[in-house]
């Protein structure tokens, strides 16, 4: 009879239907950089059930084991703790001496594994690296395999999102407003980590850095689409509410440094921000704000040459008696004349127009603007010039207390 906490932690596996599904890309390219990370010939995500271990992704060896006896598996034991395990010699641990794959060919020796463990805490698998000879990793390889783990398990609960999500579809359950917070907060997490990845990778990994690079990029491209369509879906079926809560707003412009400046890095431009603002409490609708901010910033990038330059400002200011969060984000991009400036926010252009580096966009992130800053009885003002530049300044009054509409 199975325990009632590894009963548990079978539920949470088979929860992401994951299990003896088609190798995917994302998955792929993870164990490929693990490999790549840690020099070592071989890496792959297990994870064990009751009864087997099975591989999502093999790296540098052969499809035979994608499939094995639970009892055979090394992975079994680093799900049974929450730290990685390593093993320098298989062949002299008496738990693997005799699995088939350490003793018989390919002769397996050394193994790290980081074990995936979802948010309510069980752990499903592991991403391990193994090779062919006794060594150890040192303790910055053993924390950027840990990082990947993180990934891993984010990209899981993408995906389990994603049926869910598409079960709610069916049932027409408020899908739209589901959609908006269970992909974006994944996407955001991978994006996250990424970015911190590629802080951890030595300078002189290519590789590693092209592919975390690629995975940073994809992600944001992916996260921006679908705030854009689900945004704009369920602002024409008015599903949208204010959300006031208390917010730093030093938190929100740290949030967009983080997410904006790998963009800004790969175009030359100079992103620069300047909050004047002490370090209180504001009450806004901080994840509207939040998409307020981020298109306006996404936008300007886009529409930026190289080395062109973007600045953003934020400040609290007195508007006719109402103290009022002003949001302003200037670039030095291609501008638009006057006419076109006014027809901004009255007209939809689906599929949007191509940035300066060729960047494709939905086109719905200024509606999305109009409609969260109106959300916030806020305005608009903008100033363009063809081929200087253009700056958007949002104001929105600060509430006094929580409301909803």
């Given at each position: 009879?199975?325990?009632?906490?590894?009963?548990?932690?079978?539920?949470?596996?088979?929860?992401?239907?994951?299990?003896?599904?088609?190798?995917?890309?994302?998955?792929?390219?993870?164990?490929?950089?693990?490999?790549?990370?840690?020099?070592?010939?071989?890496?792959?995500?297990?994870?064990?059930?009751?009864?087997?271990?099975?591989?999502?992704?093999?790296?540098?060896?052969?499809?035979?084991?994608?499939?094995?006896?639970?009892?055979?598996?090394?992975?079994?034991?680093?799900?049974?703790?929450?730290?990685?395990?390593?093993?320098?010699?298989?062949?002299?641990?008496?738990?693997?001496?005799?699995?088939?794959?350490?003793?018989?060919?390919?002769?397996?020796?050394?193994?790290?594994?980081?074990?995936?463990?979802?948010?309510?805490?069980?752990?499903?698998?592991?991403?391990?690296?193994?090779?062919?000879?006794?060594?150890?990793?040192?303790?910055?390889?053993?924390?950027?395999?840990?990082?990947?783990a993180r990934q891993v398990m984010k990209n899981f609960e993408l995906q389990k999102q994603n049926q869910q999500l598409a079960e709610l579809n069916k049932q027409q359950v408020n899908l739209m407003k589901i959609l908006s917070h269970d992909l974006r907060s994944p996407l955001s997490g991978?994006?996250?980590?990424?970015?911190?990845?590629?802080?951890?990778?030595?300078?002189?990994?290519?590789?590693?850095?092209?592919?975390?690079?690629?995975?940073?990029?994809?992600?944001?491209?992916?996260?921006?689409?679908?705030?854009?369509?689900?945004?704009?879906?369920?602002?024409?079926?008015?599903?949208?509410?204010?959300?006031?809560?208390?917010?730093?707003?030093?938190?929100?412009?740290?949030?967009?440094?983080?997410?904006?400046?790998?963009?800004?890095?790969?175009?030359?431009?100079?992103?620069?921000?300047?909050?004047?603002?002490?370090?209180?409490?504001?009450?806004?609708?901080?994840?509207?704000?939040?998409?307020?901010?981020?298109?306006?910033?996404?936008?300007?990038?886009?529409?930026?040459?190289?080395?062109?330059?973007?600045?953003?400002?934020?400040?609290?200011?007195?508007?006719?008696?109402?103290?009022?969060?002003?949001?302003?984000?200037?670039?030095?991009?291609?501008?638009?004349?006057?006419?076109?400036?006014?027809?901004?926010?009255?007209?939809?252009?689906?599929?949007?127009?191509?940035?300066?580096?060729?960047?494709?966009?939905?086109?719905?992130?200024?509606?999305?603007?109009?409609?969260?800053?109106?959300?916030?009885?806020?305005?608009?003002?903008?100033?363009?010039?063809?081929?200087?530049?253009?700056?958007?300044?949002i104001s929105l009054p600060i509430q006094k207390k929580n409301k909803s509409r």
């Amino acid at each position: 009879m199975i325990d009632t906490d590894e009963q548990k932690r079978l539920d949470a596996l088979h929860s992401y239907n994951i299990l003896e599904t088609e190798p995917e890309t994302e998955f792929d390219e993870l164990t490929h950089l693990a490999a790549s990370i840690c020099n070592a010939p071989v890496a792959m995500i297990n994870l064990v059930d009751e009864e087997y271990q099975w591989s999502k992704s093999l790296f540098g060896i052969t499809n035979s084991i994608r499939k094995i006896r639970k009892e055979r598996s090394i992975c079994q034991y680093t799900i049974q703790h929450d730290t990685l395990l390593e093993i320098p010699n298989l062949s002299k641990d008496n738990r693997f001496k005799d699995v088939p794959y350490v003793k018989n060919k390919p002769h397996l020796k050394y193994y790290l594994g980081a074990p995936l463990k979802n948010p309510d805490g069980y752990n499903i698998g592991a991403l391990c690296v193994l090779d062919y000879k006794e060594r150890h990793l040192p303790e910055k390889q053993r924390d950027q395999l840990k990082i990947l783990a993180r990934q891993v398990m984010k990209n899981f609960e993408l995906q389990k999102q994603n049926q869910q999500l598409a079960e709610l579809n069916k049932q027409q359950v408020n899908l739209m407003k589901i959609l908006s917070h269970d992909l974006r907060s994944p996407l955001s997490g991978i994006i996250g980590m990424s970015d911190l990845l590629e802080e951890l990778i030595s300078s002189d990994q290519e590789e590693a850095h092209e592919m975390v690079s690629l995975l940073n990029q994809s992600a944001k491209q992916v996260n921006q689409f679908i705030d854009d369509i689900l945004n704009y879906t369920i602002i024409e079926s008015k599903g949208f509410s204010l959300n006031v809560v208390p917010a730093y707003i030093h938190t929100v412009v740290e949030n967009m440094k983080r997410l904006y400046m790998p963009s800004a890095k790969l175009k030359d431009i100079d992103l620069t921000f300047d909050v004047d603002i002490e370090n209180e409490e504001v009450r806004i609708d901080v994840e509207k704000f939040e998409q307020i901010f981020g298109n306006l910033i996404s936008n300007a990038l886009k529409f930026t040459q190289k080395n062109g330059s973007v600045y953003c400002q934020v400040e609290i200011k007195k508007i006719d008696g109402v103290r009022t969060l002003v949001l302003k984000v200037k670039d030095t991009g291609v501008g638009m004349d006057e006419e076109k400036a006014d027809q901004l926010f009255t007209t939809l252009n689906i599929g949007g127009k191509k940035g300066t580096s060729g960047e494709k966009s939905t086109g719905l992130g200024l509606s999305i603007i109009k409609h969260f800053t109106e959300l916030h009885n806020g305005n608009i003002d903008i100033q363009s010039t063809p081929g200087e530049g253009t700056t958007f300044k949002i104001s929105l009054p600060i509430q006094k207390k929580n409301k909803s509409r």
